[in-house]
């Protein structure tokens, strides 16, 4: 019907039902790191989704049980489990989309960046990976620091001579979510309506909420509930962090900001119209290389690189502020991949 046919369009909803009348194409999605805390959640949620015919379920260990588990589950997804570096190449081979949640998780008072020396390397030999198996794949990168390791994928993938940087995606979704829900909670209005675009990057100050463009508008809020707000979605990764004293970091609702983006990719691959998602991908919308920004999803990954819009006085100044944060941490992530 109709109404079905609206709300499989829309790219805020995972998707029970591909755009099209025919059957969905056949799209096959390999989670890197799959037995881990996102990987599992992520693991069931692509399950779930009838956009994917194909879950490869790759991990240095412990897939096999997951892909076990989640392969009894009476949806679509055929699903198989791929442990140990020899069988990574068949774990990606034929894949769409690739999500990569690989990767060591913060622990309380330490910072995204303070990842970068394990997670650098551990991104950069699974995009070698990638590079020879799929080079075709959208990308989705979930592993810390975001903004560091979307440039190491960008110079990897150079390197290889198969970069695209139409289908490099940094993963901001969970900042979107978490803005999302508190706007939601401080202006009294159904979450479920709620939009808040989130632009710059994936750590502390270089996540910029534009409250000022949230829908449903509101002037219920105050500067000092807009500065809290957009506080409150910076450190919403370290809340969680401190709230899991030492096991880790958010894992249950980035598995849904995960599954969310993927199957933005997935709709965009199949030719739906109007799939639009924040991500943090090449830009030229700043002087840096690298933003986060409203993305137009289509056939071929990136279709349209979205401005950002009118913004408030704070969030011109904010903007100005995290600039050379994200550019600093962009030019860790290139010096590494050139450097090793
Ligand atoms: P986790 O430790 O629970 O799981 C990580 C998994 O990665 C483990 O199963 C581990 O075996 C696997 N792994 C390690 N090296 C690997 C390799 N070379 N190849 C394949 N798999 C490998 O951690 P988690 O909580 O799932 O978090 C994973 C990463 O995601 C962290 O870097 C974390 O900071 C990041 N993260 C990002 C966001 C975001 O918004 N982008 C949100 C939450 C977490
Ligand atoms: C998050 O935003 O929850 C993740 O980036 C994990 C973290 O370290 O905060």
Redo the contacts with the bound molecule.
Sequence with gaps: STVRRGAAASSSHLSRRPFSSGPAPDRKVAILGAAGGIGQPLALLMKLNPLVSSLALYDIAGTPGVAADVSHINTRAQVVGYAGEEQLGKALEGSDVVIIPAGV??KPG?T?DD?FNINAGIVKSLCTAISKYCPNALVNMIS???NSTVPIASEVFRKAGTYDEKKLFGVTT??VV?AKTFYAGKAKVPVADVNVPVVGG??GIT?LPLFSQATPATNALSDEDIKGLTKRTQD???E??EAKAGKG??TL??AYAGALFADACLKGLNGDPDVVECSFVQSSITELPFFASKVRLGKNGVEEVLGLGSLSEYEKESLEILKPELKSSIEKGIKFAKEN
Excluded: C, F, Q, Y
């Design positions: 998780p913060r330490m995204r990842l810390n620091p975001v969970l900042d978490r994936h750590a996540i919403g990764g370290t969680v962090v970091s958010a609702s980035m």
